[in-house]
């Protein structure tokens, strides 16, 4: 079965930049869905951003002119540009991708973002 592998995480100053990436062990076929989620301690699971396949993308008000979410279909990758970061950012990150295939949906493992000085 095709695994998400992310990359990118780290420990960042506000005001500071990240790039996330999250691409597939193999291809995964129809794809209808990609996306970023985010889990802070103590909090439920929020959405970041998604794009569908028709290219539209929908963003968490509290990340809107900040964050940019962009794929590679051919590398069934998906990548989640932040900038102007702020302590409030610090969560774990995971990527979504959902198919039209079995099993449907997937799950990145998880990256730490922290954002303190």
């Known amino acids: 079965q ?6 990118g995480g780290g420990l960042v100053q506000p005001g500071g930049s990240l790039r996330l990436s999250c691409a597939g062990s193999g291809s995964i076929a129809s794809i209808t869905v990609m996306g970023w989620y985010r889990q ?3 909090k439920q699971r929020e959405l970041v951003a998604v794009i569908i396949s028709g290219g539209g993308t929908n963003y968490a008000d509290s990340v809107k002119g900040r964050f940019t979410i962009s794929t590679d279909n051919a590398k069934s990758a998906v990548y989640l540009q932040m900038n102007n970061l702020k302590p409030e950012d610090t969560a774990v990150y995971y990527c979504q991708v959902l198919s039209k295939s079995r099993p449907y949906a ?3 493992q998880g990256t730490q973002v922290t954002v303190s000085s």
């Open 106 to 108: 997937y799950w990145g």
């Open 2 to 7: 095709v695994q998400l592998v992310e990359s």
């Open 40 to 42: 802070a301690p103590g």
